[in-house]
């Protein structure tokens, strides 16, 4: 009893770090991101989050073009990516009037 204990203990433990590791380099997540948009982005911005009480990680991918005299932007939208399987999780687009 105390070995199958012991092997169920292994295999949550060793799911639980697959879950935390980072697959999708930050190339990847730009392109996922990149894809995702109808626009064609000038400047794009990248950041690993993580979060949940687990850690899960997460590209957050930021794609704009930045408005003339670099006030504001025309165009600016996020991208948050799971890092683990490469899967599109939200996409916030911000229109010119919201943008600061």
């Not at 295999?11 to 697959?23: F, I, P, S, Y």
């Not at 957050?60 to 948050?80: K, M, N, Q, W």
Request: contains cysteine.
């Amino acid at each position: 009893m105390l070995v199958v204990g012991l092997f169920v203990a292994c295999l949550v433990v060793a799911q639980t770090c697959q879950q935390r590791q980072v697959r999708v380099t930050k190339g990847r997540a730009v392109e996922i991101a990149r894809a995702a948009v109808d626009f064609r982005p000038t400047r794009s911005q990248v950041r690993l989050v993580r979060q949940g009480l687990n850690g899960r990680p997460f590209w957050a991918v930021s794609l704009s073009i930045p408005r003339p005299g670099g006030d504001g932007f025309e165009r600016l939208t996020t991208a948050r990516i799971d890092a683990n399987s490469g899967k599109l999780v939200a996409l916030t687009d911000t229109d010119k009037e919201r943008a600061p």
